[in-house]
């Protein structure tokens, strides 16, 4: 069964922390995408990946940046969080035929506090 | 630009049918998707249109019309576990582009 791995499902960091959020995919996708999901506002496009060390910005990339050293790894990095951070994240990958649609993994719930 | 509407909310009775729409604009078009969430849980994959006309799979069916920027899910003899977020995605140039969401609730 193909698999999107979020390394936690929930964590709660201090406001200022850097914060790392990792995702791993073992389907040999070559894309992959970090989304936030927030209640009224939906799932948000942070950053995304085309292929190992490429990095492209989404809708939402302030704050964040992103790491692709290995195909099946794409790390979310919040540089020094805040609480508008606070959200559920989200991590998918698909081929490089976007037409087969994501795999999402399980989601991560971050607090900042 | 790109933008997506679907209603927020939806409500129905086990064993009825209900359709959930969506209409979009969008400068390019790749297709469109639709996906279920499950409260606390990811999204999941239900169907994928890039041509006119109705996609049956199973109890739920996909219509998409793209001359007039529009979408609908149909979900047939509604079950209590159909209770979910039904998420419409517009595939643009190079990526999944999400609506808010439409959160149906099945009464018994």
């Known amino acids: 069964d193909v698999k999107v791995t979020q390394s936690s499902r929930y964590l709660v960091k201090r406001t200022g922390e850097k914060v790392f959020l990792e995702c791993v995919q073992d389907m040999d996708h070559e894309n992959m995408f970090w989304y936030r999901q927030d209640p009224g506002l939906g799932l948000r496009l942070i950053y995304f990946?085309?292929?190992?060390?490429?990095?492209e910005k989404g809708d939402i990339p302030e704050g964040y940046s992103v790491s692709r050293e290995k195909k099946e790894r794409f790390s979310l990095i919040l540089e020094s969080a805040s609480t508008n951070q606070t959200s559920m994240y989200l991590c998918?990958?698909?081929?490089?035929?976007?037409?087969?649609?994501?795999?999402f993994g399980s989601g991560t719930r971050l607090t900042v506090v | 630009g790109q933008n997506i509407d679907q209603p927020t909310e939806m409500t129905a009775t086990e064993g009825a049918i209900v359709q959930i729409n969506c209409t979009y604009q969008?400068?390019?078009?790749?297709?469109l998707f639709w996906y279920q969430q499950h409260a606390g849980e990811a999204p999941t994959f239900l169907s994928y249109?890039?041509?006119?006309g109705l996609e049956e799979k199973g109890r739920f069916s996909s219509f998409l019309s793209r001359s007039k920027g529009y979408s609908y899910l149909l979900l047939k003899e509604l079950q209590m576990k159909d209770s979910a977020s039904y998420l419409c995605a517009l595939l643009g140039t190079d990526k999944l582009i999400f609506g808010t969401g439409t959160r149906l609730q099945v009464f018994p």
């Open positions: 998918a990958s698909s081929l490089e035929d976007r037409f087969y649609g994501y795999t």
């Open positions: 990946s085309y292929d190992v060390k490429m990095k």
């Open positions: 249109n890039v041509l006119d």
């Open positions: 969008t400068s390019g078009f790749n297709g």
